[in-house]
């Protein structure tokens, strides 16, 4: 199993931009999907990104792309969500998690961190 804690979070304005920083512990020898996921009050939790254990491949929900951009340095255990341009409707709690991959097979996000808060006002 793998640890995540996010840090980072914080007050912006529109516009603004935002780095949140997730670090991984445990099994760290294993290899991870890793993610960046966020729930606003009142909605349900969305997929913002996410980047392969490799760094080859990495996915943005249309709400964000171009403006967020993930990074991981596996050598550092960590795992970075550069936000710019924000907007107010980026408010919401973020999530690190992590997707165990085993021989090709891709498993679900079953590590979570406990979430930072992000909040941009107008």
């Known amino acids: 199993q793998v640890q995540l804690v996010e840090s980072g979070g914080g007050l912006g304005q529109a516009g603004d931009s935002l780095t949140l920083s997730c670090a991984v512990s445990g099994r760290t020898d294993r290899s991870y999907r890793m993610g960046w996921f966020r729930q606003a009050p009142g909605k349900e939790r969305e997929v913002v990104s996410g980047?392969?254990?490799?760094?080859?491949?990495?996915y943005y929900a249309d709400s964000v792309k171009g403006r967020f951009t993930i990074s991981r340095d596996n050598a550092k255990n960590t795992v970075t969500l550069q936000m710019n341009s924000l907007k107010p409707e980026d408010t919401a709690v973020y999530y690190c998690?992590?997707?165990?991959?085993?021989?090709?097979?891709?498993?679900?996000?079953?590590?979570w961190g406990q979430g930072t808060q992000v909040t941009v006002s107008s």
């Open positions: 980047i392969t254990g490799s760094g080859g491949f990495k």
């Open positions: 998690a992590a997707a165990l991959v085993v021989g090709g097979s891709i498993y679900g996000y079953d590590y």
